[in-house]
């Protein structure tokens, strides 16, 4: 193995820069990957702009990772091997001691790091994880369509099985960026009436080819008035940040319908209790999931044929890809990718 290998750090806040490290041994309970591909998510934003100047050797970010698994610390369990296709996204692996974890809810843990910002992510070749976060990868999956699924997949697919939603069920997925592209996927192929909720009309053939019946464009039409005369919505699944956009739409929830909240922001989310109460409405947010649950979603994703639309730029390009996932111009994820002629030299 090289002794030394290439991240990119973050320099100083929203700047990335290439340096060269020393190659880590893995500690009690870790693996050492060498990384294929990371995915860029929108998540890495607040790592990267509010990481601490302070920090050496400053943080890697980047929490969508599919690699190898090239050298085994002491403690890890038998199930991972040398050379073995496992990725790790945001939850960086769990205790097994708290009370979340020994109730099995172990994308609760209370001792359990975010990859990205409290240590060292896939911005690089190679990279420290905790074995308990490992989730296995599918051979057919490539690792740069792998990458996304991990993090916005498993989000999405996660949202959409605990929304209640029963096949046939009219399901608004809110927003067409990164998570919202594989929302739609995964409500069309898991049997709802698809509604993509979106801002301008150019998005609106792309929200159809992923999956959507219908597309309305929100600058041309009161969305929540149209949901009302199709029915209403038994489930909105929010994937975008603007806390009154995400208000609007509510007052679409048929009763007992239900709204799963996944993009955030710090402002609040002003909810009429009326609303809520009469029709015996709900509120809900989710988080990624746990290993099992991300190797579900990989599994839905061979299986039903869903994959991220992509594109790549090479790791040494980071800050680019980084500027061009923030422009919101991508479609609909970037995604790193390591030089494997590099490190195998
Ligand atoms: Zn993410
Ligand atoms: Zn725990």
Redesign the pocket.
Known sequence: MKTTYRAMQISSPGILELVERPTPQPGHGEVLIEVEAC?I????AADIEDADPTLQPPRVPG??VVGRIVALGTGVASIWKMGQRVRI??LAGHCNECVPCRRGRFELCLNQSSVGADCDGGYAEMMLARSTGLVSIPDDLAAESAAPI???GL?TFNALKKSGAQAGDTVVILGVG?LGHMALQYARKMGYLVVAVGRGSDIAEDALALGAHHYIDTRQEDAAAKLQAMGGAQVIVSTISHAEAVAALMKSLAPQGRLVVLGVDKDPLPVSRGHLVIGERSVMGSL?GTPYDNERALNFSVLADVRPLIETMPLERANEAYQRMKSGDVKFRMVLIMDRSRKSA
């Open positions: 995915g998510c929108g998540a890495d929490h969508e996204g945001r991990l993090c916005a989000a990164g990624t």
